[in-house]
Nanobody, 123 residues
Framework: QLQASGGGSVQAGGSLRLSCVTS????????MGWFRRTPGKEREFVAC????????DYADSVKGRFTISRDNAQNAMYLQMNSLRPEDTADYYC??????????????????WGQGTQVTVSS
């Protein structure tokens, strides 16, 4: 089970830090990712990280503003979001996938999903 938290409402230019925690798994064996979805749109990739934390990737729209990280000892993953924009408004989902040696930017690369946490950025 994945539990996402940290969403909220901020003004443009502000920051939020999302967290995703799990239990009952060998966390380092799983690739992890963040996706987001807005009403009427498909879930889109935001950021991902390999099981060791040594490899990451980001959507072009968030590069330089968002940072993904993980703490395998704490079974936790984070998404630091800075310089938020109104277009970042969405429900954010964390996900875990097998084959943790490699990250994945596709929803097909993930087997387990947390509930969404809502992020609202006002202009």
């Amino acid at each position: 089970q994945l539990q996402a938290s940290g969403g909220g409402s901020v003004q443009a230019g502000g920051s939020l830090r999302l967290s995703c925690v799990t239990s009952g798994r060998t966390f380092r064996n799983y690739r992890m990712g963040w996706f987001r979805r807005t009403p009427g749109k498909e879930r889109e990739f935001v950021a991902c990280i390999s099981g060791s934390g040594g490899s990451t990737d980001y959507a072009d729209s968030v590069k330089g503003r968002f940072t993904i990280s993980r703490d395998n000892a704490q079974n936790a993953m984070y998404l630091q979001m800075n310089s938020l924009r109104p277009e970042d408004t969405a429900d954010y989902y964390c996900a875990a996938g097998d084959a943790g040696d490699y990250y994945s930017t596709s929803t097909k690369g993930y087997d387990y999903w947390g509930q969404g946490t809502q992020v609202t950025v006002s202009s």
